[in-house]
Structure formats: C-alpha cells, structure tokens
C-alpha cells in the first residue's frame, strides 16, 4: 500500500485546450478517495494520468515517495477496474483471474493461493469454471476486480464501474466494495458522477469542475459547508434549492427574497445590501403554521418521504416531507428553515459567506 501525492498537476490537449489545472492533492495510504464531477470534469482524465495511461502536461505525480510521472503504467504498481469488464471471453473465471500473474510469471502456487483468497471474499468460489457469458452483470464485475485485487497493488483505481449495472445491483455492489476496501486497507481512488456513490463510499470526496478541484473533505462535510454553489447543488439529492436575495437587518441577520419575503439567517454577516444565493435543502425545509407561502405544483410519493414541487419565493422549489400528510396540488402551505440550515452564498463569486 503506499499514499498518492498530485502536485499542481495539469493536463493540456492539443495545446491549449486545458483539461486539468493546478490540481494538488494527498491521498493517504488505505484511504478510499472518490473523484467526482459532472461528465467532462476532468476526474477520469486524472485517474488515468495516476495510471500512467495520459502523460501530464506539467506537475508531479508520486506513488509512495517514488516520482513515477515517468513510469510505464505497468511499473507503477496500480490495478484499475474499468467501466466495461474487459474480460476475455474464452476464458472462464479462474483464467481471467489469473492472467495477469501468468504474464509476471509468478508460481503456480502463488497464483492458485490469491485467487482462492480473492475469489472467496468477493463470492465467486463456485464461478470460477464458467465463461463471461454465462455470468451476470454484477458476477462479472467481481471477476474484473478479482483480476485487480489477486495482483496485490499498492493503489486500486476505479473507473465508474457500476455504470453499467442496474439501480438495485449499483446499490449491492457499493455495499461490497466498501466492505472489501474495509478488509483489504488498499489505497483506492474512485471514479463516478454519481453523488451518491460518492456520499456513500468515500473516506474524502474530491469534488471537480472544469479540471479544478472545488472541494475536498469528508461526505458529511461537505454535506453541511459546501465550499460554494457549485458543491451545494452537486451534493445532497435531491439537489440544493437555491435563491437570490439581498442581506439586510442589523448586522445582516436576515435576507429578503425578489418577492420582498424576509428569511432569519444564522450569523449576522455585517454586509447589509449584499447581493447573495441562499441554498436550502429539501430535507430542511418544513412545513408549518409560520414560515413563508408556498403553493403545491406536483406531488411524488415516494414511500418513505414524499417529495413536493411548490412554488415559493419568487421560484421552484422541492420539499422532502418525512409525514403522510393531506396534500393536494394547488394546496397553499407555510413552508420555515432553521437559521442554522440556511446556506449563504456571495452571488458574485459563488463562495460560501464566512461565518455562515
């Protein structure tokens, strides 16, 4: 196992066409860290400059205190799982498994011992004499991180690999490859778009746009301080509201909407007239007997919670209600926030207001 260094690392195509920027980063040995990002952010093209599979245009990229900026993919002591398979067909289970060892010529001992190990914590033990083809989508993913895990890597890098799974498989698998990262304690870098996996999955979330990282903390963290806008609505589902207002009362303590609705904020801000973005969260808003108008839109059940549509504020907004309540399109509500839930942004640059 070894930590990963990115040192103002960037990446250009073509040129001048910039894909990649400044991007410093330390991962620590046996963290899970997961990259993720809208399509196009860059997050891909970083793990593959890791992999040695893209040269970077400029920066340092170390694997332990090794610089392997320079190191041929197949000597920098990775093992990536991809987004398709990429199994060979003709080969049952045990074959795929064991290639790679085959090819580093390693003992026939050695060989049959790892995929023993790996095969029975990733539950393929009595797969390992069926072809691809035979298999399902999920039975074949295992095999494709068998095929990683059974060459003992110091860093495992992911490439969206439940991509194409099911909803409900997406879910099982998540739940087993954090288990195998908890039993393995291996270095592991992940790729996804999805937010959830990323909540669900990460010891640290590195949150990328345009080839700059935006954020980097813990799920929860960056559940409750987003960094800026730009983090606020793409973690947390469903997504952020958000809505333009101006800071105003003594010390700021309060916004006032485009409709002229006063909202209490947490901390007064002292930047009366301030043009800001207030983020609220689905789940944080409420409804009750005070609070601000809202009108229902659309109704969703969803079993557990039911998810409003109102309009409020001089916008769209979404509600997560947790009760079964007595709701009908049309209906008017009273919708409130707890100060301390209400996120403030400088309209301008997009930055969360200190101290809010």
Known sequence: MASVTLENVSKSFAGNIRVLSGINLEIE??????????????????????AGLEEVTGGEIRIGPRV?????????????????????PHMDVTSNMS?????????EQTISSRVSEASGKL??????????????????????????IVRKPQVFLFDEPLSNLDAKLRAQMRTEIKALHQSLKTTSIYVTHDQVEAMTM?????VMNEGIVQQVGPPLELYDRPANVFVAGFIGSPTMNF?????????????????????????GLGQNGLAVTLGLRPEHL???DAGFPAT?????????????TVSALGTSLTVMVLERLPLAPGQRIRLSAAPLLVHVFDKASGQRLAGS
Do not use: W
Request: net charge neutral.
């Open 202 to 206: 990460a010891n640290r979330i590195v």
């Open 286 to 288: 409420q409804i009750s």
């Open 243 to 267: 809505v333009d207002a101006t800071l105003a009362g003594e010390n700021g303590t309060t916004a006032i909407t485009s409709d002229g609705t006063h909202i209490p904020i947490a901390a």
């Open 99 to 107: 290639f790679g060892l085959m090819l580093r010529n390693e003992s």
């Open 68 to 88: 392997v900026n320079d190191v041929a993919p197949r000597d920098r002591d990775i093992a990536m799982v991809f987004q398709s398979y990429a199994l060979y």
């Open 123 to 148: 539950g393929l033990g009595t797969l390992l004499n069926r072809l691809p083809k035979h298999l399902s989508g999920g039975q074949r993913q295992r095999v494709a991180m068998g095929r990683a």
């Open 29 to 50: 040995d046996g963290e899970f860290v997961v990259l993720v990002g809208p399509s196009g952010c860059g997050k891909s093209t970083l793990l593959r400059s890791i």
């Open 296 to 308: 229902i839109e659309v109704i969703e059940p969803l079993g557990m919670t039911t998810q409003l």
